[in-house]
């Protein structure tokens, strides 16, 4: 279902879907870093995952994170870069979250 969660975000095979949550993190993302999606941020590892249906299979799933995985790896470096916590808005939180079918940290 994680798949299916990031797909019905926007993040798919054929790109972000207009309108979608996906595009409205990303053009979130693009003004805040003055026109550009970072590599590794949030929208560019989420439109990753969604195009290869890989969240599932990286260790985002839907009852949360699977030990030993990418995801596990990915949030232990967030944490130690920030002194022990995976910081709200992260790639690591943020694709943990559209994953559960969430909306990503937004209010």
Known sequence: MSDQ???NAGFTSSGIARSSLASSMMSREARASEGGVRSGGPTATLQKMGARSSTHSSGFTCSGISGGSQASQMMSQEAK?????????????????ISMGGKGGRH
């Open 81 to 97: 870069s920030h002194g022990g916590a995976t910081p709200r808005g992260s790639t690591t939180s943020t694709v943990q979250s």
């Open 5 to 7: 969660n990031v797909h």
